[in-house]
C-alpha cells in the first residue's frame, strides 16, 4: 500500500543551490513527515506538517503541504555537500501510528 | 536524545536458519516498528506493536513473526530464513508524537 510517490527520483545539484523535492499521496492524511537516509544508515525525522498547515519551515528546510492536490514540497536552500542523501516522504492517516513511505529522491550535492 | 539501537549491522545467515533481530529503544515509546527496506521499493512495514504483547501485521508480514515481552524491546523473527529475505531491516519507535525515530539498521544477507 504505496502512498507517497516522491519526484525526482535522483537530482544533483552543486552546493549553494536550491533542492526541490516532491512528494504525492493518494489518500486522506492526518500528517505528512519528511525523513533523510545517509548511505547505508537508518532515516532521521526531518519536518511533521500537519494537514491543516500549509507551510512550515525548519531550518534550511521549507516544507509546503496542498491537501486539495495530495502533494507536498521539500525545499533545501543553500545546499552543501553534508545535505548529499536519500529523502522520504511518509503520510499518517487519522488514527493511525502507522506511517507510509515513499520510495524516496537520491539527493547529491557536489562541492 | 532518543537512542534506538538494533543487536546488529550486519549478518549473514543459511537458508533454513531462525534468525533474530533485536531493537531496543530507550524512550518509553508505546509504539514500535519493523520495515524491511530494498532497492527501488523503499520502505515496507513488516508489523508493528502498539503496546507490550500487542501487535498488528503490517504490508508484508509473510515469512516473519515478533515479540514484544517488555516495552522497551521488540523483536523480529525468521522462522526459517530464505535467499528473498536478504534485506536491510529497520526497526523504529515512536511515542505521543507520529515521528519515528530509527535504529541504524540490520543488513541481513541469507545465503
Redesign the interface.
Known sequence: ??QGEEDPQALSIQEGENATMNCSYKTSI??L?W?RQNS??????LI?IRSNEREKHSGRLRVTLDTSKKSSSLLITASRAADTASY?C?T?SSGS????????TKLTVNP | DVK?TQSSRYLVKRTGEKVFLECVQDMDHE?M?W?RQDP??????IY?S?DVKMKEK??IPEGYSVSREKKERFSLILESASTNQTS?Y?C?S?GQ?????????T?LTVT
Not at chain 2, 40 to 45: A, F, I, K, S
Open positions: 500500500s504505496q492526518n500528517n513527515q525523513y547505508g544508515r537508518g532515516l532521521v525525522h511533521l522520504f511518509a499518517s501510528e502507522k506511517l507510509v513511505f515513499g520510495k524516496g | 534506538v509504539n516498528f520495515y527501488g521499493l523503499g520502505l515496507r512495514l508493528f502498539y503490517g504490508d536491510m529497520l523504529a515512536s508524537a507520529y515521528e519515528q525515530y530509527f535504529g541504524p539498521g543488513r
